[in-house]
């Protein structure tokens, strides 16, 4: 409990910092930016969406979602961005299990976020709940080139229930990023369920990542990230890193971390690492501008976002929810960040 004090009032102090910008320059591009990922476990608002199957997340429904908890969320993901930029918050950020456009909206200009400026990519995905994959950047950090949703061409005219797959193409620090932010289909009901759906969306990036080396006369800066509801050596994952057609590699840098039985997201007792970032060797290798290397991805693990397993030995991720169980916390999942440096 003392913890959970002081860690608040240390909290309150990084909020009057950025309040009155005692601490930092806003908006000022330096020689490092962060990349962050997260899954915000059920990011509903309070409405009711005739579209999609969100009645579990209503006053009335199954999960008594009402606005007091809506507010607690919102004000829980405010203060995990903030703690993941050290006060001076990610440049990029990347989402998953996002409602719609309306909760990016009180996140951002409902909270200090408006101190930063962000911007909203987001479309709504054919995703059955309604949840689905959008990324948020600083304006006077990023500059968007294009942005577009994917969907499996064999799959995308048949009744396709999971999320698209957004493509972002960013301007950071004069050079080109390629952005590909995902929540492939779940293994809700066990391992192999929606393999066989895994396994389009994966030979789709595959395809699509080839397609950006073939037109980039550069050598093309690609980040693959996301929620791939896989683990860095499940076979489909194994795949998407074989040499594309333009015998060019891609490099999961959340390798090391499955080695050390780390990961973002805890199952019976066992961390999984399902939250990975996949970047082009050319990111890694480069000899001028923007590059990135295994030792800057990290896993976003303050204490606050931890709780102890009442099962298990050990803490897991400190989630809104326990199954039907409201508990107040972040997330389910915990967030990754990478870290880009220009040399």
């Given at each position: 409990?003392?913890?959970?004090?002081f860690?608040?009032?240390?909290?309150?102090?990084?909020?009057?910092?950025?309040?009155?910008?005692?601490?930092?320059?806003?908006?000022?591009?330096?020689?490092s930016?962060k990349?962050?990922?997260?899954?915000?476990?059920?990011?509903?608002d309070?409405?009711?969406?005739?579209?999609?199957?969100d009645?579990?997340?209503?006053?009335?429904?199954?999960?008594?979602?009402?606005?007091?908890?809506?507010?607690?969320?919102?004000?829980?993901?405010f203060?995990?961005?903030?703690?993941?930029?050290?006060?001076?918050?990610?440049?990029?950020?990347?989402?998953?299990?996002?409602?719609?456009?309306?909760?990016?909206?009180?996140?951002?200009?409902?909270?200090?976020?408006?101190?930063?400026?962000?911007?909203?990519?987001?479309?709504?995905?054919p995703?059955?709940?309604?949840?689905?994959?959008c990324?948020?950047?600083?304006?006077?950090?990023?500059?968007?080139?294009?942005?577009?949703?994917?969907?499996?061409?064999?799959?995308?005219?048949?009744?396709?229930?999971?999320r698209?797959?957004?493509?972002?193409?960013?301007?950071?620090?004069?050079?080109?990023?390629?952005?590909?932010?995902?929540?492939?289909p779940?293994?809700?009901?066990?391992?192999?369920?929606?393999?066989?759906?895994?396994?389009?969306?994966?030979?789709?990036v595959?395809?699509?990542?080839?397609?950006?080396?073939?037109?980039?006369?550069?050598?093309?800066?690609?980040?693959?990230?996301?929620d791939?509801?896989?683990?860095?050596?499940?076979q489909?994952?194994?795949?998407?890193?074989?040499?594309?057609?333009?015998?060019?590699?891609?490099?999961?840098?959340?390798d090391?971390?499955?080695?050390?039985?780390?990961?973002t997201?805890?199952?019976?007792?066992?961390?999984?690492?399902?939250?990975?970032?996949?970047?082009?060797?050319?990111?890694?290798?480069?000899?001028?501008?923007?590059?990135?290397?295994?030792?800057?991805?990290?896993?976003?693990?303050p204490?606050?976002?931890l709780?102890?397993?009442?099962?298990y030995?050990?803490?897991?991720?400190?989630?809104?929810?326990?199954?039907?169980?409201?508990?107040?916390?972040?997330?389910?999942?915990?967030?990754?960040?990478?870290?880009?440096?220009v040399?």
């Amino acid at each position: 409990m003392l913890n959970r004090i002081f860690q608040d009032i240390s909290f309150a102090v990084l909020l009057l910092n950025i309040s009155f910008g005692s601490s930092y320059s806003q908006d000022v591009i330096s020689q490092s930016e962060k990349i962050m990922f997260y899954n915000v476990e059920n990011f509903f608002d309070t409405y009711n969406d005739s579209l999609t199957d969100d009645n579990d997340f209503l006053p009335d429904g199954l999960m008594r979602w009402n606005l007091t908890r809506y507010n607690k969320k919102i004000n829980s993901l405010f203060k995990t961005i903030i703690a993941a930029g050290e006060w001076d918050p990610p440049a990029l950020i990347g989402f998953c299990e996002i409602e719609n456009r309306k909760v990016l909206e009180d996140l951002i200009y409902g909270t200090n976020l408006s101190k930063f400026n962000y911007n909203i990519i987001h479309e709504e995905s054919p995703d059955r709940r309604g949840i689905d994959v959008c990324l948020i950047y600083r304006k006077k950090l990023a500059n968007l080139i294009s942005y577009k949703y994917w969907l499996p061409g064999e799959i995308k005219n048949k009744d396709f229930n999971s999320r698209s797959v957004l493509y972002v193409k960013m301007a950071i620090c004069s050079d080109t990023i390629h952005l590909i932010v995902n929540h492939w289909p779940s293994r809700r009901g066990g391992v192999l369920a929606g393999e066989d759906k895994r396994l389009q969306v994966s030979s789709m990036v595959k395809e699509k990542v080839d397609s950006i080396f073939k037109s980039d006369t550069k050598s093309a800066r690609i980040i693959i990230l996301g929620d791939f509801n896989c683990t860095p050596e499940d076979q489909i994952i194994r795949t998407l890193l074989c040499s594309t057609d333009s015998g060019k590699v891609l490099i999961n840098l959340s390798d090391r971390m499955e080695e050390k039985s780390d990961g973002t997201y805890r199952y019976m007792g066992r961390w999984e690492m399902i939250d990975q970032v996949i970047v082009s060797k050319e990111l890694l290798e480069c000899e001028k501008g923007l590059y990135t290397g295994p030792d800057l991805l990290k896993i976003f693990r303050p204490e606050f976002l931890l709780k102890k397993d009442p099962k298990y030995p050990g803490f897991s991720p400190f989630s809104t929810y326990s199954g039907y169980r409201y508990q107040g916390g972040y997330s389910d999942h915990l967030p990754v960040i990478l870290d880009l440096k220009v040399r």
